[in-house]
């Protein structure tokens, strides 16, 4: 072993005790009688002190859940998939290990080659994602994306063989684009906040307006303060007053100002973004093509709302059994298995799912949600594509070309 | 978790007369609702049922319609005749669907958020069996000599078999994306399964519990990922086979022999249930999202009527 710091106590493993409690359900299973099953292991990877699940800074004093650890998406996966696993005469070991702090992404590279896992799930922030991928041999295990939006991203790891389970922002922003257009919604106004993601997101939005044939009026650029000097950029009202849009775009992925938007903008019109309608990879209350059935799994299991990052988890581990249905049951065989179009995986969003072979997003249905309603599934009707219609959301493969020097 | 099933409500509405009056009955799962169509296709009567009505079946004395309700965890027992609640079921986890077994008397039921098959004697109101299957069973099937039951696992991509003698899953058979429904064939040698995000049919040799082939759908100006497939009726003399298409909002007329699909027929939005009257000069099509039931006259191939009913239509049984 090489000298990784772990925290030992945090590790989990599940997946064999539910494959026995299947077995001595069923009584046998004459395809595998008296054959040991195989064990697939998958290494759920996160990092301590994690800013993602760090406590939200209530600086209106108002408490706010911070977000729950997706990994009970993956074990929820492991539980679902037992029947099929059995099926196949494989287990899914699903060992959780959480990186100490400050614990080197290059030990645990060494440790993952060492162990030879048959997929990586990739909690982490997304430094360390990048850091692993570039330690890591080339397409010795697939590293599967389950939190980062950033096109960008995709762009820099193409080639390798990391798999992007969570949509890429410009999927998001396709989205609303396509709802915007099919109601008509032509002329939009879009209010960004001053972070990095929030400016990402209002150029991502901009770019998928161009795509779809809506029309930005303006960009207006909200600052948070009282200061009564600067109210043409810190009073919603004033800011949002001027010339006439259809619907409201508004890019607060903090939620610092977000939620009051809706009713302090000066003209009656819809928001779409951070808050109204948003655009997202899953929804708990969801009610077709069998997420209720998902989600009501989940609560019982985790006792909570299933997010998109727990139904991102819980894609990854049964992109992986699906993998192993196609006889790739190690790390290299199932980093290229799943490139393949012929990979394709019911994702209870009601249209079959993939990874695209140009840069290995996740191609898939986004959910249109509301804070307690899910309005629409796009791709939306009437937006066409010549392979697949899923493909009109994010980075099509004329639109992409590989240069990266990651392996 | 153990399900036990009690039987309550005990009702004697006194001998039913409503064997083969030709009329069929409707399930609608978000009004639980039963709507009542005459052999003119016109509704005559609803009523309201236990919660969340899906999967529908006659006792096979004709006399007691059997729902499952997967609203209230309940299988109801309603009188043919007078729409009467006659016995209840409860504690049933989240029925969906089931299989009359030829025995006359028991219930193979998917309970789809339970990840089971229980067995439910509707006599003695006893759960006899419990088979752990893949998540969200739905289809099930019992072969018409009784040795098997077959169930599909929408989310674990599986048909699994169970021997009924031998009370234990014999066989478990992986499929292409979320099985849905099953259909034998009447010879009893095929089963078929379809495959709702695959699109496609995959037909099951039942002497070797293997996959042997597959039915492929392309009705003219529509895309692969429209093609969602359900339910499936085969006619007695085991020629054809109609395949509800879900989204494709067709209905598709396929060859037996050939596994080609022949014909496809528009019918409504979204078309899951499915049920021939007797002489099969007429097609039942439940279209979920349309809220009404697609007649359609099977000389011609062409639809003859649409009928308003409840809210998402699901199942239809007819009393002929």
């Known amino acids: ?407 | 978790m153990y399900a036990i099933a009690a039987m309550l409500g005990l009702i004697d509405a006194g001998p039913a007369q409503a064997a083969g009056t030709g009329l069929a009955f409707v399930s609608n799962e978000r009004s639980s609702e039963i709507f009542v169509l005459d052999q003119t296709d016109s509704v005559v009567s609803s009523f309201k049922s236990c919660g969340r009505p899906r999967g529908m079946a006659f006792t096979p004395d004709h006399i007691r319609l059997i729902v499952a309700c997967g609203g209230d965890n309940t299988i109801a027992l309603y009188d043919v005749a007078s729409h009467k609640l006659m016995k209840r079921f409860r504690d049933v986890p989240d029925p969906e669907t089931f299989a009359l077994h030829p025995n006359g008397h028991d219930l193979y039921i998917s309970n789809e958020d339970d990840a089971e098959a229980t067995v439910l004697n509707i006599e003695s109101g006893e759960v006899t069996g419990h088979y752990p299957v893949g998540d969200e069973p739905e289809g099930v099937l019992a072969t018409s000599d009784g040795r098997f039951v077959f169930v599909t696992s929408e989310a674990a991509d599986l048909v699994q078999v169970i021997d009924v003698a031998a009370k234990t899953v014999v066989k478990e058979i992986i499929t292409a994306s979320r099985p849905r429904r099953l259909a034998a064939t009447p010879d009893g040698k095929q089963v078929w399964v379809s495959d709702e995000i695959a699109g496609i049919v995959e037909i099951i040799d039942v002497a070797t519990q293997t996959v042997v082939g597959r039915v492929e759908f392309a009705p003219p100006g529509l895309r692969h990922d429209e093609i969602t497939p359900v339910d499936i009726v085969i006619t007695r003399d085991g020629a054809r086979a109609y395949v509800a298409l879900g989204r494709a909002n067709h209905v598709a007329v396929v060859d037996v022999a050939t596994r080609k699909a022949t014909d496809y027929i528009l019918v409504g939005k979204r078309p899951w249930g499915l049920r021939l009257n007797r002489d099969e000069s007429k097609l039942y099509v439940a279209n979920g999202l349309s809220d009404d039931i697609a007649i359609v006259d099977t000389k011609s191939g062409k639809l003859s009527k649409a009928v308003p009913v409840g809210v998402t239509p699901y199942a239809i049984v007819v009393d002929d």
Not at chain 1, 147 to 164: E, F, I, N, P, T
Not at chain 1, 168 to 174: P, V
Not at chain 1, 208 to 223: E, H, L
Not at chain 1, 224 to 233: E, V
Request: a negative charge; glycine letters at 6%; one cysteine or more.
């Open chain 1, 1 to 407: 072993m090489t000298e990784v710091n772990r925290l030992p106590l945090r590790r989990v493993f599940v997946g064999i005790a539910t494959c026995v409690a299947l077995l001595a359900g069923t009584g046998a299973s004459p395809a595998q009688e008296g054959v040991a099953p195989t064990p697939v292991k998958i290494l759920y990877l996160s990092r301590a002190d994690d800013v993602a699940y760090a406590d939200i800074q209530a600086a209106d004093g108002v408490f706010r859940p911070p977000l729950p650890s997706p990994f009970a998406g993956a074990e929820l996966a492991v539980k679902d998939t037992r029947a099929t696993a059995h099926a196949l005469g494989i287990t899914i070991d699903l060992d959780h290990t959480t990186l100490e702090s400050d614990g080197p992404i290059a030990a645990e590279a060494q440790r993952i080659v060492a162990d030879a896992p048959a997929a990586v799930i990739a909690d982490l922030p997304e430094a360390d994602m990048v850091a692993l991928v570039k330690a890591l041999p080339a397409s010795s295990v697939p590293i599967f994306n389950i939190r980062h939006r950033a096109d960008s991203l995709r762009q820099d790891l193409c080639g390798s063989a990391v798999y992007h389970v969570i949509p890429s922002r410009s999927m998001l922003t396709d989205a609303l684009a396509q709802f915007a257009v099919q109601k008509n919604w032509r002329k939009v106004l879009v209010l960004r906040g001053p972070a990095p993601d929030d400016i990402a997101l209002a150029n991502a939005f901009e770019t998928s307006a161009q795509k779809f044939g809506a029309r930005i009026v303006d960009t207006k650029a909200f600052v948070l303060g009282h200061d009564p000097r600067k109210r043409a950029q810190t009073n919603i009202t004033l800011l949002t007053g001027s010339d006439d849009y259809d619907v409201l775009f508004l890019a607060d992925t903090g939620g610092d100002f977000g939620r009051y938007v809706p009713y302090q903008l000066a003209r009656p019109r819809p928001v779409i973004g951070t808050e109204g309608l948003r655009a997202t990879a899953w929804d708990s209350l969801s009610d077709r093509f069998g997420a209720p059935q998902v989600n009501h799994r989940f609560e019982r299991s985790a006792h909570r709302s299933m997010t998109e990052y727990d139904w991102a988890a819980w894609v990854a581990v049964r992109a992986v059994v699906e993998a192993a249905r196609h006889k790739a049951l190690t790390g290299p065989a199932v980093a290229a298995a799943l490139a393949h179009d012929a990979i394709t995986m019911d994702v209870s969003k009601g249209m079959e799912a993939s990874f695209r072979p140009w840069d290995h997003q996740f191609r898939q249905s986004i959910v249109l949600q509301t804070s307690d309603v899910v309005i629409e599934m796009a791709p939306l009707e009437g937006f066409l594509h010549r392979v697949t219609p899923l493909d009109t959301l994010g980075t099509d493969a004329p639109e992409f070309s590989c240069k990266a020097a990651v392996r």
